[in-house]
């Protein structure tokens, strides 16, 4: 009986072996396909649909607060703009905390060296931020002193906003100075949702400014019509005077003397606080593109110091027409609410101006770009998610300022009345739609040009030459202690050398003889600009400086198109106005996305 309680006691049958090796291995591949799928669930679903998720989730606040402006716009309405600033401080305060909980966490992390993406930004892109920041800072300010002249008849939400959107600007600045070109490879999913609700709750800022900046047009221009004995027209549009609490005033007097004054500064700081947010906004974009990016860290380097020589000629001519521009400025602001015949002298004088501002651009812009189609240099088709998107913006945001140019040269050719200005709109209307197809055109030739000196670069980021290629190693004195082996035998000093550089990421091979000259008439050689570069960068300066002032005309209310009268006879009071509202912020944002691009030229030509 022994016998049977043996090893071959445990499977009495060939049938019993055979079912439990098949339940065994079944159950085996049961565990093992709810272990991938437990996996798939728990860490795979949210890094494939993280980014759809988040960019879901931005979106919808954004539209939230677009509806509360919408019925905000409605006169009487059960919302008020008490609700809208409520909404939108809720949205900072979640962005604060997230900031303080990202700074923190890298800060326990000092000792793990972070991935950096040196594209993200530049040191002037985050210093113009900062210029942007303190006007946007001083804007508060005012805002907080209105609240104290009318604090009598006014919400206390209007007082707590900016104190806390001074707050969070502070805050903003310190993050993109210091972490905006962070590649994010852990907590990923939370960090996606983190950053992308600040894109959205900075072009929410946004779209605050850009309505109050537009109330604030609407008004004046109503003013402007019934100055001309538009009573009637300015009636209809009345009501549009209750769109932000600025545009009227509150049902009490102010208790101090400088309420007039902030209430008029207010309206030259509006511009800049509107720049601040949609470029942060496009800089945490980039970021959010980031997370989780594998960086390439070949073409992952710092750019050399820009060369200077030769500017001469684009920094002249882009003086002389923001020179130019302010005096148009000037002209306009003050004779546009005068009599009919000069206000149609003053608008004329501003398409003249623009005709020519806009065919010496595009004089330039042609120019640059024959010069870069008669030279070889092959494109640069790295991934680079800063430059995609700049490429993207150019183009998305010339939609607003075409739609405008359109409406008008529809309007010029369907328009039964004939002021002086006429053909001189439709002249203008067409240069701009081409000045944005050449300067666009220009711009991208630019970014995806691989740099010329990209040679040199490598050189200096790999440090000196061996002195192997040196003719004065020869009369140098030996070091005591040192054997040099690309002497004693210059095979296994080739291969030695050609490994040294393998490793610091350039492979130059084998001194050749033309190689050995001194390295100083190398460097020379190389950082001297061509006339082409030259050329190059005064067309970069110049319409950078004219993009500035084509900037500063419609920030500060030189917009003929609210003026002319041609298009809103065409399309209707309502109906242009609706179109102006829309386009002209996009058209803002293009000009000054331009001058960042064109600087960005400037540093890679």
Not at 64 to 81: D, H, P, T, Y
Not at 147 to 165: D, K, N, Q
Not at 225 to 254: K, Q, R, S, W, Y
Request: aromatic share 10%; net charge negative; hydrophobic share 40%.
């Amino acid at each position: 009986m022994a016998e049977h309680d043996g090893p071959h006691s445990m499977c009495l049958n060939k049938v019993d072996c055979h079912s439990s090796s098949t339940l065994s291995s079944s159950s085996e591949q049961e565990s093992e396909i709810f272990t991938k799928l437990k996996v798939s669930l728990t860490e795979d679903y949210p890094q494939k649909n993280a980014e759809i998720l988040s960019g879901q989730y931005g979106t919808n606040l954004l539209l939230i607060g677009v509806s509360l402006m919408l019925a905000i716009g409605n006169n009487g309405a059960s919302v008020k703009e008490e609700h809208l600033l409520s909404f939108i401080t809720t949205l900072i305060i979640v962005q604060l905390l997230w900031m303080m909980w990202y700074i923190v966490r890298r800060g326990m992390q000092s000792n793990l060296q972070a991935e950096k993406d040196v594209h993200a930004t530049t040191s002037w892109i985050k210093g113009g931020l900062t210029l942007l920041a303190l006007l946007s800072l001083i804007m508060d300010a005012f805002n907080i002193g209105y609240f104290v002249g009318y604090r009598s008849c006014l919400s206390a939400v209007l007082v707590v906003y900016p104190i806390i959107h001074a707050t969070h600007t502070i805050a903003q600045v310190h993050f993109l100075w210091f972490h905006i070109k962070d590649v994010i490879k852990s907590f990923e999913t939370f960090e996606r949702f983190g950053v992308i609700h600040a894109v959205f709750t900075n072009l929410l800022l946004w779209c605050s400014g850009v309505m109050s900046e537009a109330n604030h047009l609407l008004n004046h221009h109503n003013t402007r019509l019934t100055a001309l004995g538009f009573e009637n027209l300015t009636m209809v549009c009345g009501d549009i005077d209750h769109t932000t609490h600025l545009a009227m005033e509150p049902h009490c007097n102010c208790t101090i003397s400088a309420c007039s004054m902030f209430v008029n500064g207010l309206y030259y700081l509006y511009p800049f606080n509107i720049e601040y947010h949609i470029f942060v906004s496009v800089m945490l974009f980039v970021m959010w593109k980031n997370i989780g990016r594998t960086i390439d860290l070949e073409h992952n380097r710092k750019r050399l110091a820009t060369k200077t020589q030769g500017l001469v000629v684009g920094p002249i001519l882009g003086l002389a027409a923001l020179a130019s521009t302010i005096g148009v400025l000037v002209v306009y602001i003050i004779h546009v609410k005068e009599s009919l015949d000069i206000r149609e002298s003053t608008i004329a004088i501003f398409y003249y101006y623009g005709i020519v501002m806009l065919v010496v651009m595009c004089s330039a812009g042609v120019t640059g770009l024959l010069i870069y189609r008669a030279d070889p240099m092959p494109m640069d088709t790295t991934k680079n998610p800063s430059r995609k998107l700049d490429t993207e913006l150019l183009f998305g945001s010339s939609v607003g300022s075409w739609l405008v140019s359109w409406c008008s040269v529809v309007a010029v050719s369907a328009s039964r009345s004939s002021p002086s200005y006429r053909w001189t709109n439709l002249m203008y209307s067409l240069l701009s739609i081409l000045e944005k197809y050449i300067q666009n055109l220009f711009i991208i030739e630019s970014l995806y040009r691989q740099r010329e000196d990209r040679e040199r670069e490598d050189a200096e980021v790999a440090g000196p030459a061996p002195e192997i290629f040196s003719v004065t190693s020869s009369l140098s004195p030996p070091y005591n202690g040192i054997i040099n082996q690309a002497y004693e035998n210059p095979d296994n000093g080739c291969v030695t050398l050609e490994n040294v550089q393998k490793e610091s990421g350039q492979v130059n091979g084998c001194p050749q003889k033309h190689l050995e000259v001194p390295r100083q008439v190398e460097n020379n050689v190389a950082v001297t600009p061509s006339k082409k570069s030259q050329i190059l960068k005064n067309i970069a300066v110049f319409l950078f400086m004219c993009n500035i002032s084509l900037w500063i005309l419609p920030a500060f209310g030189c917009r003929p198109q609210y003026d002319n009268g041609l298009e809103e006879e065409t399309f209707g009071f309502t109906t242009w106005t609706t179109v102006l509202n829309f386009a002209m912020p996009i058209t803002l944002f293009y000009r000054m996305h331009s001058v960042a691009c064109l600087f960005e030229v400037f540093r890679r030509v």
